[in-house]
């Protein structure tokens, strides 16, 4: 069965470095999306991302963050500048056309910890 | 501020009882509703979605929606220990918005 994969699934870095978080998402898949959860807190949602461009963001989605994809396959999330309240687990999903447009389907996570 | 609602729990149920989740949301303009499953550490994984009023169902999962009440709810039959996990409801209007979602134990 088809499925979104992450990597790395753990990235250590340390405060002000970048890091890029990779995602393949489901292969015919058209809407890539980007969340985060911090420990013991609900699921965020970041970015949509359609057509190669940004459809919606939230508020927590600033100029530190970017998407790109670079290739037909990868989605990416950049971080600038990483904070230490960026430590979370980042969760790639995916959608459509397939079993409907909305319906999004998550891969196993980043987590990113910034010491 | 799209807010989704669910009781925090933990929900505990013995073994083979009907488990129900609840769920509100605040905005009136969402069409698309979601149940989630979350295991510890791991990422969600989509049970159901629903789109019109009334019930739908898939195997011990039944989701029921009322969108003049603006509430979702989700009810495991012969609920099981495997069962045990958060629920998260997933909203779809301008965004998707997760509630903070229901901790459900099944004692065996």
């Known amino acids: 069965e088809p499925e979104v994969t992450q990597t790395p699934s753990h990235q250590v870095t340390q405060m002000g470095q970048e890091v890029i978080l990779r995602c393949v998402p489901i292969s015919n898949h058209l809407y890539f999306y980007w969340y985060r959860q911090i420990l013991g807190q609900k699921v965020e949602f970041l970015v949509s991302?359609?057509?190669?461009?940004?459809?919606?963001k939230s508020e927590i989605f600033d100029d530190q963050f970017s998407v790109e994809r670079p290739d037909g396959s990868n989605f990416t999330l950049k971080i600038r500048s990483t904070k230490l309240e960026d430590s979370a687990m980042y969760f790639c999903a995916s959608s459509g056309p397939s079993g409907g447009v909305n319906e999004q389907f998550f891969g196993p996570g980043t987590r990113l910890t910034v010491l | 501020q799209k807010e989704v609602e669910q009781n925090s729990g933990p929900l505990s149920v013995p073994e083979g009882a009907i488990a129900s989740l609840n769920c509100t949301y605040s905005?009136?303009?969402?069409?698309?509703f979601f149940w989630y499953r979350q295991y510890s550490g791991k990422s969600p994984e989509l049970i159901m979605s629903i789109y019109s009023n009334g019930d739908k169902e898939d195997g011990r999962f039944t989701a029921q929606l009322n969108k003049a009440s603006q509430y979702v709810s989700l009810l495991i039959r012969d609920s099981q220990p495997s069962d045990s996990a958060t629920y998260l409801c997933?909203?779809?209007?301008?965004?998707?918005?997760f509630g903070p979602g229901t901790r459900l134990s099944v004692l065996p």
């Open positions: 997933a909203v779809d209007g301008q965004n998707f918005v």
């Open positions: 905005d009136r303009g969402s069409q698309s």
């Open positions: 991302f359609y057509n190669n461009e940004i459809s919606e």
